[in-house]
């Protein structure tokens, strides 16, 4: 069974600091990983997935199997950064996500 | 493009009653998925459905069911409510069928049962 656990329920962090939102995940096959975030009053949206390997809004996410984690990275927090990021592993079956319980990050000023 | 559309966007219903919600993928896109959010359990994924057919679905009981028509708009059943089942149903569509692509969510349905 596929798993995602997401250990911190909320961050608290102040503006330009860095931040670091934990991801460990269970899967026995190649998983593909994703970093979803929902804004206040806006749509569960994607962040950036370990395919791309790209830098989204500041935001990078190195897979690590060996640990089974895909942690979200940002070096210099903004209060805009402010959301709920999910992070979610698909078993590449279709469009079926296993989503962990979200962590808040509160950026403050 | 127009986003993801669901409705209704809330509704109250009672134990024992069923409730019908429906989504409108984005144009173009042949695959919508559903997903339940509580408090409790967070984001489960319920069921995928892509050109008509169901193609995964998740651990929920039969009392959830879904369907898809060949416009890719979509509808999810839900019969003998219980009070569990209160809950902001998610819709999904994405444009990829051949592995997991991006998922534009709706901004749900938020189901109350008493």
């Known amino acids: 069974a596929q798993r995602v656990t997401q250990p911190e329920k909320l961050l608290s962090v102040f503006k330009g600091a860095p931040v670091e939102l934990k991801c460990n995940y269970s899967y026995s096959g190649s998983p593909e990983l994703f970093w979803y975030v929902q804004y206040s009053r806006q749509r569960l949206q994607l962040l950036l997935r370990h395919i791309s390997r790209e830098s989204i809004k500041g935001f990078t996410a190195d897979l690590n199997k060996g640990e089974t984690s895909f942690h979200l990275k940002k070096p210099f927090a903004q209060e805009e950064d402010s959301a709920m990021y999910y992070c979610a592993l698909s078993n590449n079956a279709g469009n079926m996500l296993t989503f962990g319980g979200g962590t808040r990050l509160m950026v403050k000023p | 493009k127009a986003g993801v559309t669901q409705t209704p966007r809330y509704l109250i219903k009672t134990r024992g009653q069923q409730v019908t919600l429906s989504c409108s993928p984005i144009?173009?896109?042949?695959?919508v998925s559903w997903y339940q959010q509580t408090p409790g359990q967070g984001l489960q994924f319920l069921f995928e459905y892509f050109s008509e057919t169901q193609r995964n679905k998740g651990n929920f009981p039969g009392r959830f069911s879904g369907r898809q028509f060949s416009n890719s708009r979509s509808e999810m059943n839900v019969s003998t409510l219980e009070l569990g089942d209160s809950a902001l149903y998610l819709c999904?569509?994405?444009?990829?069928?051949?592995?997991?692509?991006?998922?534009?969510f709706g901004e749900g349905s938020r189901l109350t049962v008493l």
């Open positions: 144009s173009g896109h042949r695959s």
């Open positions: 999904a569509s994405s444009s990829r069928g051949d592995y997991t692509g991006e998922l534009f």
